[in-house]
């Protein structure tokens, strides 16, 4: 029997259905869903076909630091996701697979900005104005009038300038 407060103890009460995510191609059709980025990391998410356990991946890129550097970023994000699971399961949806895509700034934040910004970015994945993960965007992509839509003069189209010719009495002189 463990003590009162054991980890077992705690992670008993808090057993939700997880699995972790291993096989590229459960990364890649993650990375076709929808994406929200944070500071320390960035997460996709996708509603799979089945039903059935959430299904978590953890990856973070050589870019971000040394192999001591990248397993410390992604054992903080393994934590944090297990915190956030402990403390609300309810933003974790059944038949979804999630990624996080660990960032440098994972190694500096403190610890319970990280698990407020996991917070933020699942409770924006979750909207209900986004309607289910996965989908194609809806509605035009620009407003009109915007900046992206305005026309820009083309060097074709634009005259072109001549270098001023010289005079006979600049040219340089053969000796």
């Given at each position: 029997m463990g003590a009162s407060g054991s980890v077992r103890d705690r992670e008993a009460r808090s057993l939700v259905a997880v699995e972790r995510?291993?096989?590229?191609?459960?990364?890649?059709?993650?990375?076709?869903?929808?994406?929200?980025?944070?500071?320390?990391?960035?997460?996709?998410?996708?509603?799979?076909?089945?039903?059935?356990?959430?299904?978590?991946?953890?990856?973070?890129?050589?870019?971000?630091?040394?192999?001591?550097?990248?397993?410390?970023?992604?054992?903080?994000?393994?934590?944090?996701?297990?915190l956030s699971l402990a403390a609300d399961a309810g933003r974790w949806r059944a038949g979804h697979d999630y990624v996080l895509i660990g960032r440098r700034a994972a190694l500096a934040q403190s610890f319970g900005e990280l698990v407020r910004e996991l917070d933020a970015t699942l409770s924006q994945i979750h909207a209900p104005e986004r309607g289910a993960t996965g989908g194609a965007r809806r509605g035009p992509l620009h407003e009109a009038g915007s900046p992206s839509r305005l026309q820009k003069p083309r060097r074709s189209q634009t005259p072109r300038q001549q270098p001023p010719q010289q005079s006979p009495a600049d040219q340089p002189r053969e000796r």
């Open positions: 995510l291993k096989r590229r191609s459960d990364f890649r059709a993650a990375a076709s869903g929808v994406r929200v980025s944070g500071g320390a990391f960035v997460v996709q998410a996708r509603r799979r076909a089945e039903d059935g356990a959430v299904r978590v991946g953890f990856t973070v890129s050589k870019q971000v630091g040394n192999a001591v550097e990248r397993n410390r970023v992604r054992r903080r994000l393994r934590e944090i996701v297990r």
